[in-house]
């Protein structure tokens, strides 16, 4: 079984239960991963990736592998090259995470809809 964190919104979260991991893990890596994922920057946006709300999905294992999908704000985004890189050393650096997998994905488009009130304040977008 896996644990999975859904971000429909950023600041939504949606845990498996069925994980053979212990409860209180689960949530704690889901909570350091989620701080991990706050610490990496579209280099042109001042606002964190997830915060952006372009974290789609991260899916921890049985074995602490850690799947993320996520997407980018364009197809053209310059930063397309080195964002995923970054998600999945910022994931692997959070302690007792196995091998991390990061796809880029498309659908849903990404909107800024999906953004957080908080990249709404840092981007002046009210």
């Known amino acids: 079984m896996n644990d999975t964190i859904q971000t ?3 600041a939504a979260l949606k845990f ?5 991991l212990p409860p209180e893990e689960t949530e704690r890596l889901g909570i350091d991963i989620v701080a991990a994922l706050k610490t990496v ?9 997830y915060e952006l ?18 997407t980018l704000t364009t197809p ?3 930063a397309a090259g080195e964002l ?6 910022a994931v692997a650096s959070v302690a007792g995470v ?7 994905v498309w659908e849903p488009t990404w909107t800024p809809d999906r953004m ?4 709404r304040l840092v981007l002046n977008m009210w």
């Open 8 to 10: 429909a919104e950023p």
């Open 16 to 20: 498996d239960t069925q994980s053979a």
């Open 41 to 49: 920057f579209d280099p042109e946006i001042p606002a964190d990736i």
């Open 53 to 70: 709300g372009l974290i789609y999905k991260v899916d921890i294992k049985d074995d602490r592998s850690v799947d993320v999908q996520m």
């Open 76 to 78: 053209n985004c310059p």
């Open 84 to 89: 995923p890189t970054m998600v999945e050393n």
């Open 98 to 104: 196995g091998p991390v997998s990061v796809a880029v």
């Open 116 to 119: 957080s009130d908080e990249a």
